[in-house]
Nanobody, 122 residues
Framework: QVQLVESGGGSVQVGGSLRLSCAAS????????MGWYRQAPGKQRDLVAI???????YYDDSVKGRFAISRDNAKNTVYLQMNSLKPEDTAVYYC????????????????WGQGTQVTVSS
């Protein structure tokens, strides 16, 4: 059973920092991209940052210069370092991984973590 387990969420003051982590486990052949989405109450789930195998990264304009995504391929883990946090960063953060499973090497599938709450207070 493939799992993405997230940790690192919490509550911080404006300007504070948090570091999220997400570890993929299970019967995985390889991982394409891994990234982070977030969803505020009543809102759609929006892309925050993504890390592509090979090192390319993408950040939403709202977090550029404040957030940094990194990946440890040996541990199948992706991190999101969040600095200079703002109230508008408050959301549930979801890890995403595009995975290739054994026996299905020509096809990848998207899996989601359970979500971790980030709350930034004024």
């Amino acid at each position: 059973q493939v799992q993405l387990v997230e940790s690192g969420g919490g509550s911080v003051q404006v300007g504070g920092s948090l570091r999220l982590s997400c570890a993929a486990s299970g019967n995985i052949y390889s991982i394409n991209h891994m990234g982070w989405y977030r969803q505020a109450p009543g809102k759609q789930r929006d892309l925050v940052a993504i890390h592509i195998t090979g090192g390319r990264t993408y950040y939403d304009d709202s977090v550029k210069g404040r957030f940094a995504i990194s990946r440890d391929n040996a541990k199948n883990t992706v991190y999101l370092q969040m600095n200079s946090l703002k109230p508008e960063d408050t959301a549930v953060y979801y890890c995403l991984a595009d995975l290739i499973l054994p026996g299905l090497t020509s096809t990848s599938s998207v899996y989601w973590g359970q979500g971790t709450q980030v709350t930034v207070s004024s």
